[in-house]
């Protein structure tokens, strides 16, 4: 097992896997940027290493002050936490080249990963059902428009190189194609550097459920469940839950095994995500698959009784998994709400600023996950996630009456902050998610009734 | 208990107001007395705290204990401000995470050594990180006054390597 970890990342995500460091008696080695000085992982940390400006691309996704700060303390791996060099390939490689453990899939699973129409091929092989759509990028807008034809309307245009809800565009009327067309590939090019978009069926009145997966290094897979994530604006999830009132225990087994199937066959290695598409028949459809810890991990640790991290943090240190399939048993109903420092009236404006008070809920199976303090700062330099409050109950309709109870307490001020915790709370008191009868649709539907316009 | 690898904080060219007032107020959070005096200054100076230990007033330069990581800041604030002396100090600092070297191979002259005059552009020191080797450059003119780090010794972003006195 290691004996020091760095944790190449922020927030209440560092924090988390320096907890569960602690845990295990392994020593946290933080990095922060300047910004990030005075925040909890930094306090809690047995060395910390300021190994850059505010800007995340001059610290956190600056690769050599990260390997060196590792090289520097003596850490023997590195949990790169989610977003930043999560996913990226060059950095699994030179922490392998300078003999740092990387808590993650190797280099090549995660290239493979990365690249949407490569994982859908190697998924498809595996047995996993697809949407209809192209297994190559498509050549022109021609050709585009010609396998648009072919699949069937609506379609969604998808950047090869995007992913987590970035680079889309959904076109319903084949007469929009050629401008949906042009604009994706270009803001393709834009962002990602690589222009290649593939086409695929749109699906209305999907669900978007996804398999939380843990591999080890023998080759064995089990999964932990589904996560029901449907409740996103602009593709950014805002609840997450488990179960999801749309499986089945036989469809979550279904899905389950073949989320496992898909992660054995790209040989994945440690805790993965592999997100579908339900359909209201209970159709599911392979979307993609992530190959890091995902923000909404509590949410399975909630009902499984799992730490995440720590399975991750085992796996990378070469340890097989403590634990066969039929030993995971599910429990009861967890929610967690992702509260923003956002302003829902001003179109979600992100609004950083001193936080002169913040108080968090707590009390039975309330869990905050944050990387701020009373105290401390929302910075404009990083994403505007204020804290993630996760509750579990027996059951769903408890579970609900729980997270209004706990989103009640919490209490943030600020000059010029606002959150979004209003907003979630009119989400759980809707009749249709309380119902478990939404889709994904549901916040676009939710945001146009509340306008009083027609949904 | 946390072990600060990073340098005290010295505001060096940057005299940021709002930036002093936020580093007064975490380091008077951590003090095992109450405070007496708080001085902030800007432009090149930092900050000056007193406080009362056992009804003594007692300077922060003054406490000889090995203190916690903040109050280490608190203790190296003062001293960094400076010799009490009317004198303008410019720091260079480390634009990067890695190793300092002093010269530019083994057994070679130093790059600088304590009374150099250096002009603006001038090598001061190397920093190695991932094999490749990076010039530490001075933007001002000066005198070296001090030098900071020892030869091959890690350093982490924005520490501070080399002051320079006035020419």
């Known amino acids: 097992m290691f004996s020091r970890i760095l944790i190449a990342n922020r927030g209440e995500i560092a924090l988390r896997v320096a907890r569960t460091c602690r845990e295990l008696g392994i020593e946290v080695v933080a990095v922060y940027s300047t910004a990030d000085r005075d925040t909890p992982v930094v306090r809690m940390a047995d060395v910390a290493v300021h190994i850059g400006p505010p800007a995340a691309k001059a610290s956190y996704l600056y690769i050599p002050n990260i390997i060196e700060a590792a090289l520097q303390t003596g850490a023997e791996a590195i949990h790169p936490g989610y977003g930043f060099l999560s996913e990226d390939p060059d950095f699994a490689e030179i922490c392998a080249k300078e003999g740092i453990a990387f808590v993650g899939p190797s280099a090549e699973v995660m290239q493979h990963l990365g690249n949407k129409a490569v994982t859908r091929g190697l998924m498809s092989d595996a047995g996993l059902p697809l949407l209809p759509g192209t297994l190559e990028p498509v050549q022109s807008v021609r050709d585009g428009a010609a396998e648009a034809e072919r699949i069937g309307y609506p379609v969604i245009i998808k950047a090869v190189a995007g992913g987590g809800g970035r680079g889309m565009a959904v076109v319903r009327d084949p007469d929009d194609f050629v401008e949906a067309y042009l604009r994706t590939t270009a803001a393709a090019h834009a962002v990602f550097g690589d222009d290649r978009v593939y086409v695929e069926r749109f699906l209305v009145g999907a669900r978007h459920v996804e398999v939380q997966v843990l591999c080890d290094n023998d080759g064995a897979g089990i999964h932990l469940g589904e996560r029901d994530c449907s409740v996103q604006r602009r593709h950014q999830k805002l609840i997450e839950e488990m179960p999801s009132t749309r499986l089945t225990p036989e469809l979550r087994a279904a899905m389950g095994a073949a989320a496992v199937r898909g992660a054995l066959a790209v040989r994945y290695r440690g805790a993965g995500t592999v997100e579908f598409l339900v359909d209201s028949a209970g159709r599911f459809y392979f979307m993609e698959m992530n190959a890091r810890i995902q923000v909404e991990h509590p949410v399975t640790e909630m009902t499984t009784g799992i730490d995440l991290v720590r399975e991750q943090i085992r796996i990378a240190a070469g340890q097989p998994l403590g634990l066969r399939q039929e030993q995971v048993t599910f429990s009861g109903a967890a929610i967690e709400c992702r509260i923003n420092a956002e302003d829902p009236d001003r179109g979600f404006a992100p609004t950083p600023g001193v936080l002169d008070v913040l108080e968090f809920p707590g009390g039975p199976w309330t869990r905050i996950d944050s990387g701020c303090a009373a105290g401390g700062r929302v910075s404009p330099h990083y994403d505007s996630l204020l804290a993630k409050v996760i509750v579990w109950a027996p059951d769903r309709v408890q579970a609900l009456a729980r997270m209004d109870r706990a989103l009640g307490e919490l209490r943030v001020e600020g000059r010029g902050l606002a959150t979004t915790a209003a907003f979630h709370r009119a989400i759980l008191r809707d009749p249709t998610f309380r119902a478990g009868e939404h889709s994904i649709d549901f916040v676009d539907r939710f945001m146009t009734a509340a306008k009083g316009g027609s949904a | ?167």
């Open chain 2, 1 to 167: 208990m946390t072990e600060q690898v990073e340098q005290p904080v010295t505001p060096g060219t940057r005299g940021d107001l709002g930036e002093l007032c936020a580093r007064a107020t975490e380091l008077v959070r951590g003090l095992p007395g109450p405070v007496r005096r708080v001085a902030l200054r800007t432009g090149d100076h930092g900050v000056d705290i007193e406080w009362s230990v056992s009804g003594e007033p007692v300077t922060a330069a003054e406490v000889a204990v090995p203190p916690p990581a903040r109050l280490a800041a608190a203790t190296d604030a003062a001293i960094d401000a400076g010799p009490a002396d009317d004198a303008t100090y410019v720091v260079v600092r480390a634009p990067l995470v890695g190793t300092f070297y002093a010269a530019p191979q083994p057994g070679a002259a130093p790059f600088v050594v304590v009374g150099d005059v250096v002009e603006p552009g001038q090598t001061v020191g190397m920093l190695e990180a991932m094999k490749l080797m990076n010039h530490v450059i001075a933007d001002t003119a000066g005198r070296v006054v001090e030098i900071l780090v020892a030869n091959r010794e890690p350093v982490e972003f924005d520490q501070p390597l080399v002051r320079l006195g006035t020419p």
